[in-house]
């Protein structure tokens, strides 16, 4: 069964320091998404992307946040200048044609720790 | 922000009985109502969905019922079997939107 997948499973960065986290999605997806989960927390929404350009963005997204697709198949989450708080679970998620009408499948997460 | 809650952090269940996960939700904008389950050490796995013109959709063992007025949904898990012990979350979009908004989710422990 095709999967969405990510890399690094675990990134301990320093705080102020640049991090990119990597995610491949399912290749005939189209629509593409980045989540977090602070620990002990609710899944949280970042950023939505289709058709190369953001469709939606949340308040948590803010400057220091970027996505891109740089070649097709890779979808990758820049974090400018991380932050204690950053430290969280990333989630990546793709699906096909939009949640009402096609399943969003998630990776496995990356466990980023800012010290 | 509460837009979606769980209000119930655990629940434990006899293998074989239903399980009942229910989940709140403020915004009237919402249109579009989804559960996911999630094992430790893993991303979320969607499970069902339902539309607001419903107030029933059923795959398999698991059946999501919407009560629009009384802004409510629940899962119903029946009959639970130990793979179904994880954390479920609901989550809810509004139209034309491709934002998800979770709840806290609920600790479901299935016991043999």
């Known amino acids: 069964e095709p999967e969405v997948t990510q890399t690094p499973s675990h990134q301990v960065t320093q705080m102020g320091q640049e991090v990119i986290l990597r995610c491949v999605p399912i290749?005939?997806?189209?629509?593409f998404y980045w989540y977090r989960q602070i620990l002990g927390q609710k899944v949280e929404f970042l950023v939505s992307?289709?058709?190369?350009?953001?469709?939606?963005k949340s308040e948590i997204f803010d400057d220091q946040f970027s996505v891109e697709r740089p070649d097709g198949s890779n979808f990758t989450l820049k974090i400018r200048s991380t932050k204690l708080e950053d430290s969280a679970m990333y989630f990546c998620?793709?699906?096909?044609?939009?949640?009402?009408?096609?399943?969003?499948?998630f990776g496995p997460g990356t466990r980023l720790t800012v010290l | 922000d509460q837009q979606v809650k769980q209000n119930s952090p655990s629940l434990s269940v006899q293998e074989g009985r239903i399980s009942i996960l229910n989940c709140d939700y403020t915004?009237?904008?919402?249109?579009?109502f989804l559960w996911y389950k999630k094992y430790p050490a893993e991303g979320p796995t969607f499970l069902i969905s339902?539309?607001?013109?419903?107030d029933k959709n059923e795959d398999g063992r698991f059946t999501v019922f919407l009560n629009k007025s009384a802004k409510h949904l629940s899962l119903h898990i029946v009959p639970s079997q130990p793979g179904d012990s994880a954390v479920y979350f609901c989550?809810?979009?509004?139209?034309?939107?491709?934002?998800?908004?979770f709840g806290t989710g609920t600790r479901l422990t299935i016991i043999p």
């Open positions: 998620a793709s699906n096909r044609v939009g949640i009402r009408t096609d399943t969003q499948y």
């Open positions: 992307f289709y058709n190369n350009e953001i469709s939606e």
């Open positions: 339902i539309s607001s013109i419903k």
């Open positions: 989550a809810a979009t509004g139209f034309g939107n491709e934002k998800l908004t």
């Open positions: 290749s005939n997806h189209l629509y």
């Open positions: 915004n009237s904008m919402f249109d579009y």
